[in-house]
């Protein structure tokens, strides 16, 4: 599947004309570019990403497969509690998530110094996730009381979550690390230590979870530790490359430490609608799970979590191509370049909507035979899921749209417009629309998927034309010009 993959990318050039129909004179300049100049340069930045992003969504896969073991109960839970956790850690790594544009612009601009500046302050930021722990362990039990699940699958919620939340800073600080590496032009470091990361979770999932080797059987609680102790190792094998004499050399990487308020409020102003966006988003999936499927019983929660399970091999290596156009982007418009800008973004979005059609419509095909292969599920779960994965397959083009053009007008600052879109669609459209068709219509979890996939849809249009009409063109993100970066960037 992997090299169906690799294939679909590399042809996909060959496949689709350039975009755009009536040339510009910025474009005419531009004539020079064949069309695999754009698709180099965006696999070279997001290539990397996406090997990460698969490492880390086929550990995750396994690890619902090995929590598929313990029952349906544990695998309900850990898809709940899952979510939840990644949900409520939004609104401080998205924030330090910002750290991509900003370095990225400084990098277009060569301010190498105020590169390693803004990692750090996003490093900072991450503190705050030390103080979203301590709040969220005691809430814990209210939380996911609140829910409506069975005892079971809420004991082991409680376990997964509160493992997970030990990790909230770690998070953070690799979410900034990453952004500054990938906007450096250096994805391979971030990619390395998530394939390290991701293989050693794997290793402690399955010591912690069954117990092997004279570790202690914890089960769900288990694959929750061991993804906080591989996220740590994730954080320490950046932060080594980071602090590497040779970034050290050209970024001022261990001089540039210091707490600095104004680019701190700046990141702040920027990244806090990103935040808001971020969190909007995951929380109108969390309660899609966890208020609203949850509701049927553990069987069609379980059904959910396997579907979600398969639809993020599709969709976390389309977040790589997210997070590489993020930083294509701000490098040409810290270079004043909007057109390259707009075309890279439109290759992308060519390779992710062929890659994710193409898994939509394998899992679609054979998703029964998949699930019953791989999961120990009861035969009600594998039939529904395989229904949910022929919903998946209608949208997959559509959410390769939304995917790739998040990450674009995050790269160009358009965080605010973001933060809005995002409130409407999901709190006005997607959710009233699951309701309608899981309640009202009796559908259940396979009724709320109708509505989700009707949203997707939706919103590909509002995100394809607001990235069109370049409404992000004349953003400044900078409060005031970074003069200090000027000089350094020159020494070097």
Not at 47 to 62: K, R, V
Request: with cysteine.
């Amino acid at each position: 599947m992997t090299v169906l993959y690799f294939l679909f990318l590399y042809a996909l050039p060959l496949l689709l004309p350039p975009s755009g129909c009536i040339m510009t004179f910025q474009q005419k300049q531009l004539i020079d570019e064949t069309r695999w100049t754009g698709t180099r340069e965006v696999l070279s930045m997001s290539g990397p990403l996406i090997l990460g992003m698969l490492s880390y969504t086929i550990m995750e896969f396994f690890d619902k497969v090995m929590c598929s073991y313990l029952g349906t109960d544990a695998l309900a839970a850990v898809g709940s509690a899952g979510i939840a956790s990644f949900t409520l850690c939004t609104l401080f790594m998205g924030i330090a998530s910002i750290v991509t544009t900003f370095v990225a612009q400084c990098f277009g601009r060569e301010q190498y110094t105020l590169c390693a500046c803004y990692c750090w302050q996003g490093m900072y930021i991450s503190v705050l996730g030390i103080f979203f722990a301590a709040v969220l362990w005691p809430l814990a039990p209210l939380l996911f009381g609140s829910m409506g699940h069975n005892e079971t699958v809420t004991r082991y919620e409680l376990e997964y979550f509160r493992a997970r939340v030990l990790g909230y800073f770690f998070v953070g600080a690799v979410t900034a690390l990453a952004g500054f590496f990938q906007s450096v032009s250096r994805p391979r470091i971030p990619m390395y230590a998530a394939i390290i990361a991701n293989a050693s979770n794997l290793i402690l999932n399955y010591l912690l979870i069954f117990g092997k080797f004279g570790f202690p059987r914890m089960e769900v609680a288990g694959a929750a530790v061991a993804t906080v102790l591989a996220t740590i190792l994730q954080f320490a094998i950046m932060l080594s490359f980071f602090l590497h004499r040779h970034f050290d050399s050209r970024y001022r990487t261990r001089s540039s430490w210091a707490f600095d308020w104004h680019r701190l409020r700046e990141m702040i102003t920027i990244g806090t609608p990103s935040a808001v966006s971020m969190f909007l988003d995951v929380a109108n999936w969390w309660i899609f799970t966890a208020f609203i499927i949850g509701r049927f019983g553990a069987i069609q929660l379980a059904a959910n979590t396997i579907a979600v399970s398969f639809i993020h091999i599709c969709f976390l290596p389309a977040v790589g191509l997210n997070h590489g156009i993020a930083a294509i982007v701000g490098q040409w418009l810290g270079r004043r370049d909007v057109e390259r800008a707009k075309r890279r973004t439109y290759t992308a979005i060519k390779i992710a909507g062929v890659y994710m059609v193409a898994m939509g419509i394998t899992f679609a095909l054979f998703g029964d035979t998949l699930i019953s292969l791989i999961f120990r599920a009861e035969p009600e779960v594998v039939h529904l899921g395989h229904k949910l994965l022929i919903l998946a397959a209608l949208f997959q083009a559509f959410d390769a749209v939304n995917i790739v053009c998040t990450g674009a007008l995050k790269g160009a600052g358009d965080t605010h417009w973001m933060m809005y879109v995002t409130f409407v669609m999901s709190y006005l459209i997607f959710l009233p629309l699951a309701l309608l068709f899981a309640f009202y219509f009796r559908m259940g979890a396979f009724g709320a998927w109708i509505g989700a996939t009707v949203f997707i849809i939706l919103l590909s249009g509002v995100l394809f034309r607001r990235f069109r009409k370049e409404g992000w063109r004349n953003i400044n993100i900078f409060t005031r010009t970074a003069r200090e970066g000027t000089s350094s960037a020159q020494g070097h």
